[in-house]
């Protein structure tokens, strides 16, 4: 694959997020109990939007690499700057969560139930 061809996270489109995107109401973060209004600023949700659209482009272009039968190599550096881009999204995840839904907790007086949650969450997300 030449340097003209190569995939770059500037190279590729980027999706506007809705603008109705500000709130959620997911128990447990999508898996049943904590009953907290998830609320997140705008501008984080835009950052963490723009983030996974690029990533979904990027996807997509691995895809057509892959369809194209690109070299292994090629392919095998994308998926890699792939992974990296999300964990980069997951660390922002992760301290929007620190910093709001953990501070709102320890006020709440229900910091332990929040905890908890945090460590089954981390456990399913780290190998």
Do not use: Y
């Not at 898996?31 to 659209?53: D, Y």
């Not at 482009?57 to 792939?82: E, F, N, Y």
């Not at 992974?83 to 501070?103: K, N, P, Q, S, Y």
């Amino acid at each position: 694959m030449n340097g003209s061809n190569r995939l770059t996270p500037e190279s590729l489109p980027i999706s506007q997020p809705a603008d109705n995107f500000h709130t959620h109401d997911i128990d447990n973060h999508g898996h049943g109990e904590s009953g907290h209004a998830h609320v997140h600023s705008e501008e984080s949700l835009r950052k963490i939007v723009n983030r996974l659209s690029r990533i979904e482009g990027h996807i997509r272009g691995i895809k057509t690499m892959v369809q194209q039968s690109t070299p292994c190599p090629d392919v095998l550096l994308q998926i890699a700057a792939v992974r990296g881009a999300l964990d980069r999204v997951a660390r922002i995840v992760l301290d929007e969560h620190l910093t709001e839904c953990i501070a709102r907790a320890a006020k709440d007086g229900n910091i332990d139930v929040e905890i908890e949650q945090l460590k089954a969450a981390l456990d399913r997300f780290m190998p």
